[in-house]
């Protein structure tokens, strides 16, 4: 059996763009994961789409794709953090928390309120969405990366094996 390089190139190629958009629109403490990650799994298991795959294959590769864009957010996140994380002070506002330069971190957790979260500490990405609670950030990702890295291989072999063409008869 030879491979559709062509094939294997362009699946391929959808999938890393899909995860890559996902993965931008997973960064964040709150964010939108529901729709993403249902584009992703549509996306994902129609792939294959022309070839003999059945459903359970299709299913695990989209599953694989969730758990990439999931693994590499969060990778994503942390390196933000330890690049260009800045201390800021906690101020509330109604019923959302604020840091003093005006950052809206969301929504007051359970119980909050009434000025007990003020002078609390967090660590934000002035670059983008990342935030955490405390001012060190995480230890290095190294598991995040490894785990994502190792997914995406996976994934571009399965695409590729999938993108055989069947002899011809």
């Known amino acids: ?28 403490p709150a964010p939108h994961w529901l ?3 249902l584009g992703l799994v549509a ?12 459903f359970v294959r299709r299913m695990l590769l989209a599953i694989g794709a969730v758990l990439i864009a999931l693994c590499g957010s969060y990778a994503w996140d942390q390196h933000a953090l330890r690049a260009y994380g800045r201390v800021e002070r906690v101020v509330d506002v109604g019923t959302h928390l604020h840091t003093q330069s005006g950052r809206d971190l969301g929504a007051l957790p359970l119980g909050g309120g009434g000025g007990g979260n003020d002078g609390l500490q967090v660590l934000v990405d002035p670059h983008g969405p990342a ?3 405390g001012t060190e950030p995480d230890p290095e990702p ?3 990366e490894t785990v994502t890295g190792g997914l995406l291989l996976i994934q571009t072999i399965s695409l590729t ?8 008869r």
């Open 1 to 28: 059996m030879s491979i559709s390089v062509p094939g294997a190139v362009l699946r391929n190629s959808l999938a890393l763009a899909a995860e890559f958009v996902a993965i931008m629109l997973m960064r964040g």
């Open 35 to 37: 729709p993403v990650m």
């Open 43 to 54: 996306l994902m298991s129609g792939l294959p789409n022309g070839t003999d795959t059945e």
């Open 131 to 133: 935030w955490q609670w």
């Open 142 to 144: 190294a598991f995040w």
């Open 161 to 168: 094996r999938i993108s055989r063409r069947r002899p011809a």
